[in-house]
């Protein structure tokens, strides 16, 4: 099994600022400059909300 690592985000908790595209392209630097980082796959849930009655 892989160990976990831990990195300090260099943003601070409820900054808000992230519609601006220089705070949006510091937090893509951040994540990119992390060996390990892997972008986490987007599946489609569009049938699994149906089957639950949710709004699609």
């Not at 949006?24 to 987007?42: E, N």
């Amino acid at each position: 099994m892989a160990e976990i690592q831990l990195i300090k985000s260099p943003f601070k908790i409820g900054d808000r600022s992230f519609n601006n595209s220089a705070t949006m392209k510091r937090v893509a630097d951040f994540y990119h400059s992390v060996p390990f980082y892997r972008p986490t796959p987007l599946i489609n849930l569009k049938n699994y909300a149906q089957e639950k009655g949710l709004p699609v």
